[in-house]
T-cell receptor, first 112, second 111 residues
Framework: GAGVSQSPRYKVAKRGQDVALRCDPI?????LFWYQQALGQGPEFLTY????????KSGLPSDRFFAERPEGSVSTLKIQRTQQEDSAVYLC??????????FGPGTRLTVT | DQQVKQNSPSLSVQEGRISILNCDYT??????FLWYKKYPAEGPTFLIS?????DKNEDGRFTVFLNKSAKHLSLHIVPSQPGDSAVYFC??????????FGTGTRLTIIP
């Protein structure tokens, strides 16, 4: 079946622009996670949804970052007024069984 | 504060031999550990996991060992194959399922 998909795969934004990153989880997966992976590092947790409820947003680095999952399926991560330090790969993962998360290919964001 | 550490950024192993990847953690609250494999331009792929109540889990060529007293886990791949060349991430979890990752080890299998 189809895995987790993310779009766009690559995004170049000028500093100060707003961006929106989309995640389509595996159908039926209740849990959805966003991670940020900087170059040479492991993914770092940003936020977590169970259905449409955002249960943990402790990893969001600033109030410029906002995530939603209004119908409990597709999720969008929005970054306002992008800064150079936001340049990273943004990974989305979904899960049905606890602890076994399936990752999408990621969106590589470059802020110039 | 890096709660999950992979101290070897890279490892090269001859094809057919055993690959051993190591991971240390500091948070004793972690109750589940996972290994992910990542190819370039792809997301991490789940490989194998272990609960904190066990000390070994095996799946085909992959075995994960957990030493709770040392806060250490390792992934053994035997025999190593060229397709195993990738970056391997160790991850740990407790509570609400968010994963805490290490920085990864790049494994290269030499034919």
């Amino acid at each position: 079946g189809a895995g987790v998909s993310q779009s766009p795969r690559y995004k170049v934004a000028k500093r100060g622009q707003d961006v929106a990153l989309r995640c389509d989880p595996i159908s039926g997966h209740v849990s959805l996670f966003w991670y940020q992976q900087a170059l040479g590092q492991g993914p770092e947790f940003l936020t977590y949804f169970q259905n449409e409820a955002q249960l943990d947003k402790s990893g969001l680095p600033s109030d410029r970052f906002f995530a939603e999952r209004p119908e409990g399926s597709v999720s969008t991560l929005k970054i306002q007024r992008t800064q150079q330090e936001d340049s990273a790969v943004y990974l989305c993962a979904s899960s049905l069984v606890p602890y076994e998360q399936y990752f999408g290919p990621g969106t590589r964001l470059t802020v110039t | 504060d890096q709660q999950v550490k992979q101290n070897s950024p890279s490892l090269s192993v001859q094809e057919g031999r055993i690959s051993i990847l190591n991971c240390d953690y500091t948070n004793s609250m972690f109750d589940y550990f996972l290994w992910y494999k990542k190819y370039p331009a792809e997301g991490p792929t789940f490989l194998i996991s272990i609960s904190s109540i066990k000390d070994k889990n095996e799946d085909g060529r992959f075995t994960v060992f957990l030493n709770k007293s040392a806060k250490h886990l390792s992934l053994h791949i035997v025999p190593s194959q060229p397709g195993d060349s990738a970056v391997y991430f160790c991850a740990a979890v407790f509570g609400n399922e968010k994963l805490t990752f290490g920085t990864g080890t790049r494994l290269t299998i030499i034919p």
